[in-house]
């Protein structure tokens, strides 16, 4: 048990070292950039500060908010967790999980039809929910582990992480940017011989080639904003009652922006939480336009019972993002059944 324990802890101090490798690298670029170039340009030490600013601040919050588990609902009843503990069969497990499941809002299921079930953690995983072996534990709307960060990156921190990208990437091009003349004046040996040659040069390389990696991984993150897919979701679709889709949460463009910074503009470029609904159920677009999904029936393998899962009501901010289509809906009815009055007056 000892040797176990002590093994976890070597790991997970492990884990920093790429974190301190990139606070070292902000440090002395901060030290480059300020004290060796810059430091009677003042325009250039307002922005430079700016980015700086942001960047460290979302930085920050990307490796200490904590990732999102799930809630104590979807946790077995200790009679049923005794009950599956004991059960041999793979059958009659299944039977558990679908009477324990079904007042839970679940809409999709395994690869084989069966309920999402943590033996790890001892939980029914959420929609979107998967278990990271990194952290050890269920993660709500898990998208990945990150190692630059130490943490994994789900729905608590999802907003930060982009934000940290965005941040850090206008910081090396600021960076790469104001530097080029010096780089510039380094190779036509038009710069003075002072140890600042050193900094112009590993700045100038350093910042290039962190805008390089930043911005393709920038760029495939606002995709799947975009999408409202995670990084799981992107390489293996979720499976719903009608079977696997890839688009499943999307609930057009504007609404899945608006479920990962929120409805009000003003905080979208703050690292602070403002993402919509609560990471345990999430709207999609099979709610809306499936009459029959307001009874979520999840079937299992043949010869299993099957069961059927009520869905929960939604969140507030989840019936906002549903408002606008469900009104549209609701106004066509409306009119079709006026124009099937008039016509039968007509006749």
């Not at 069969?89 to 069966?114: D, M």
Request: charged share 15%.
């Amino acid at each position: 048990m000892a040797p176990t324990h002590v093994l976890r802890c070597c790991q997970r101090g492990l884990a920093w070292i790429p974190v301190i490798f990139i606070a070292l690298v902000v440090c002395w670029s901060y030290y480059a950039y300020v004290v060796e170039l810059c430091i009677r340009k003042f325009v250039y030490l307002v922005f430079f500060h700016l980015s700086f600013i942001m960047f460290v601040w979302s930085y920050w919050m990307t490796i200490f908010t904590r990732p999102a588990n799930p809630s104590k609902e979807f946790c077995l009843p200790k009679a049923e967790k005794e009950r599956y503990e004991k059960e041999e069969r793979p059958e009659s497990q299944q039977e558990i999980l679908w009477r324990a499941a079904s007042s839970l809002p679940l809409y999709t299921r395994t690869g084989a039809g069966a309920i999402r079930y943590c033996d790890r953690c001892q939980v029914i995983k959420p929609d979107r929910c998967h278990h990271c072996s990194a952290c050890d534990m269920c993660v709500l709307k898990m998208d990945h582990h990150c190692p630059w960060v130490n943490n994994c990156v789900g729905f608590s921190n999802y907003k930060f992480f982009i934000l940290f990208l965005a941040y850090s990437l206008m910081y090396c091009l600021f960076i790469a940017a104001t530097v080029l003349q010096y780089f510039i004046k380094f190779w036509t040996n038009e710069l003075p011989d002072t140890h600042a040659k050193f900094h112009v040069l590993f700045l100038f390389f350093v910042a290039a080639m962190f805008c390089i990696s930043i911005l393709s991984l920038f760029s495939y993150h606002l995709w799947l904003v975009g999408k409202n897919r995670s990084t799981i979701e992107a390489f293996r679709a979720p499976v719903f009652r009608t079977g696997s889709d890839k688009n499943g949460f999307s609930l057009g463009f504007n609404k899945n922006i608006a479920q990962v910074f929120g409805d009000q503009k003003k905080y979208w470029l703050l690292p602070i939480f403002t993402s919509q609904g609560d990471g345990l159920t999430f709207p999609t677009r099979l709610v809306n336009a499936d009459p029959e999904q307001a009874t979520v029936t999840l079937h299992p393998e043949p010869n299993k019972s099957a069961a059927s899962i009520q869905a929960s009501p939604l969140s507030e901010s989840q019936n906002r993002l549903l408002s606008n289509d469900q009104h549209v809906n609701n106004t066509g009815v409306h009119l079709a059944n006026n124009t099937l009055k008039s016509g039968k007056l007509h006749h």
